[in-house]
């Protein structure tokens, strides 16, 4: 069910006016069990605002108090565990958690298919997520077991102490050995279920440095310096260097083989210990070999 906001008004009003059949409750309980993305982005607040042109994508409400989480067997690499957390190398082609109108084995089930305890987290539907990779981006994902350890991770996320670092093999020869991509991000006015660069869009900075050379482009580390949906793929697509193999952002020669972006390393201070621990890992063979060099 795909709703669009015609006025500035509170999330759970939207409904309830777009919705009479439906008690306010109910439509409390499928935004906080996260049963609805705005403009693709999953909201659990009753009061976030809605904005004149937002879509609203929700499930079935009478399916939509709780979602099924299904234990799958498919393997995990896990980089490190302990009593508060766990570092993953997630695959390519593995979404991270369920959402509405989804029909596929998740990290999360996966991860609970191996007996991993997880924190409740934002939503049922999530447990133990505390920031996302993309369906075909590879690489370090921090999850949380406690309900403790999930919110100092966000809140290390939300303060920007958090690193996080990719590689990525991008289109074209860029000879600018360090650079920062500062352009806001927001849905793509031509298509919403896209971002794009927009003047009205949130705060979004990309830190870049060039590594080498690889066939048909350049090696890139990327520093994340805030999380915005596909904000590398974006930004890098903005300024003419688009990531090889994106399927969505990429011009259509450009799109040949997978995504060529992975979340090398992953920093942050522990929950528990306070010391700050940091995790590596290579990208998977089908990642361009030229950024051993880099």
Same mark, same amino acid.
Request: without cysteine; charged residues 25%; glycine residues 8%.
């Given at each position: ?102 029909? *596929? ?42 309900? @403790?350890?999930? @919110?100092?991770? @966000? ?21 600018? *050995? ?35 050379? @690889? ?37 259509? *020669? ?14 942050? *201070? ?25």
């Amino acid at each position: 069910m795909v709703l669009t906001a015609d006025a500035k008004e509170r999330l759970d009003r939207f409904l309830a006016k777009s919705l009479p059949e439906h008690s306010r409750s109910k439509l409390v309980r499928v935004i906080s069990d996260g049963g609805l993305t705005v403009d693709g982005k999953v909201i659990t607040k009753s009061s976030f605002q809605v904005e004149p042109g937002m879509s609203i994508q929700l499930e079935e409400v009478a399916n939509s108090s709780a979602h099924t989480l299904v234990p799958s067997d498919i393997p995990i690499h896990v980089v490190y565990e302990d009593d508060s957390l766990l570092v993953v190398d997630k695959p390519r082609g593995l979404v991270v958690h369920p959402a509405p109108g989804l029909n *596929e084995p998740t990290l999360v089930e996966a991860l609970l298919g191996r007996g991993t305890k997880l924190s409740e987290g934002s939503a049922a539907f999530r447990p133990g997520i505390v920031h996302r990779l993309d369906k075909e981006t590879t690489g370090l994902l921090v999850v949380a077991k406690t309900d @403790a350890a999930h @919110a100092n991770l @966000a809140a290390q996320i939300e303060a920007k102490t958090a690193g996080r670092e990719y590689l990525a093999v991008v289109k074209g020869e860029i000879e600018r *050995e360090k650079f920062t991509i500062d352009a806001p991000l927001g849905p793509d006015p031509r298509d919403r279920t896209k971002r794009a660069v927009v003047s009205n869009g949130k705060v979004a900075i990309t830190h870049l440095r060039r590594l080498g050379r @690889a066939d048909g482009g350049t090696i890139l580390e990327a520093r994340l310096e805030t999380g915005r949906t596909h904000q590398i793929r974006v930004h890098l697509m903005a300024i003419g260097h688009p990531v090889l193999g994106d399927s969505i952002y990429a011009p259509v *020669e450009t799109q040949v083989g997978p995504l060529q972006l992975h979340a090398y390393r992953l920093a942050f *201070e522990h929950p528990l210990t306070g010391e700050r621990v940091s995790f590596e890992t290579d990208p998977p063979a089908d990642f361009n070999s030229a950024w051993r060099n880099g």
